[in-house]
């Protein structure tokens, strides 16, 4: 069971993403939280894309105001707060699964890349000395942005995925209204199909 801390403490731990939220008791919101703070970092560290960089403040000040209204909260309110993760928490396991098997794909190509790129750094320690150096250093710039190549070309197909797809839909519309006048005509009765005379 949770339960109210020092307030004290509270703002210490509250000053790192999700320590705040762990030291009341919430570890899966906090833990959420500080994966979070920490993978952005990560992602933008080893991918060298320093704009993702600026979704750090959002997640910090969040986390900040989330432990600060959390120790303000009414014991009654407090207490009846549920810790649970705070992505992909209300998506039922159906739909995770759903979603695992439509970007099954994705998710293996990503996990490739990232075991190719680790190994292709550690061979490249090994063997650099063996190896000339204008070819040392070509081989060592396309290992470093090999993964920065395949987010970019990701960035490029999921661009044109989403156009082609927007033009699908607006085709779809266009066929509406004719398929419809279409219908409507068809659908006038004629006197000699009735039998009138």
């Known amino acids: 069971m949770t339960r109210k801390k020092s307030s004290f403490l509270t703002f210490i731990f509250s000053l790192l993403p999700g320590a705040g939220q762990m030291y009341m008791g919430f570890m ?3 833990l959420s939280l500080m994966a979070g703070f920490f993978l952005i970092i990560f992602v933008s560290t080893w991918l060298n894309i320093g704009p993702i960089l600026l979704i750090l403040p959002l997640i910090w000040f969040y986390a900040f105001f989330d432990t600060h ?3 303000a909260m009414p014991d009654e309110e407090f207490y009846a707060i549920e810790d649970k993760y705070l ?3 209300d998506i039922p396991k159906e739909e995770l699964k759903i979603i695992q098997s ?3 794909n994705i998710i293996a190509f990503a996990l490739i890349v990232l075991g190719f790129t680790v190994l292709w750094n550690n061979l490249f320690e090994v063997f650099q000395r063996f190896i000339p150096y204008y070819i040392r250093n070509l081989l060592h710039s ?3 942005r090999l993964p920065q190549m395949v987010i970019g070309a990701a960035i490029i197909l999921l661009g044109i995925y989403l156009i082609r797809g927007k033009k699908v839909e607006l085709d779809q519309e266009e066929r509406k209204p004719k398929e419809v006048k279409q219908l409507t005509i068809t659908s006038i009765p004629n006197d000699k199909e ?3 005379e």
Do not use: A, C, D, M
């Open 87 to 89: 992505f992909l928490s």
């Open 194 to 196: 009735e039998g009138i």
């Open 142 to 144: 396309f290992g470093y």
């Open 69 to 71: 209204n959390l120790r």
């Open 102 to 104: 439509k970007y099954r």
């Open 28 to 30: 899966k919101r906090g």
